[in-house]
């Protein structure tokens, strides 16, 4: 089981990351279609990792996203 990123696309879509596998990165037009590829590019990540004798590092601690306010015009 691995956490992933679902950002979704300006032009429609998402972009999904894996924190825990950095550079594992996809993509797809709906919602379970980047879902999907992510699975797929998982599965490929890791299976090239343990294929070059790389030690798979386990998934990340849960991770809390949150929101906050900015005031960008102080910057």
């Given at each position: ?7 979704p696309?300006?032009e429609?879509?998402f ?10 990165i996809?993509e797809?037009?709906?919602l ?5 590829n992510?699975?797929?590019a998982i ?7 343990i294929a070059?004798?790389?030690?798979v ?7 809390e996203v ?5 005031d960008?015009q102080?910057?």
């Amino acid at each position: 089981m691995r956490q992933i990123i679902l950002i979704p696309a300006e032009e429609g879509g998402f972009t999904v990351e894996v924190p825990s596998l950095p550079g594992c990165i996809s993509e797809g037009d709906t919602l379970e279609e980047a879902i999907e590829n992510i699975r797929d590019a998982i599965t490929e990540y890791v299976a090239d990792m343990i294929a070059n004798g790389e030690e798979v590092p386990p998934d990340l601690a849960p991770i809390e996203v949150r929101t906050i306010d900015v005031d960008e015009q102080a910057a």
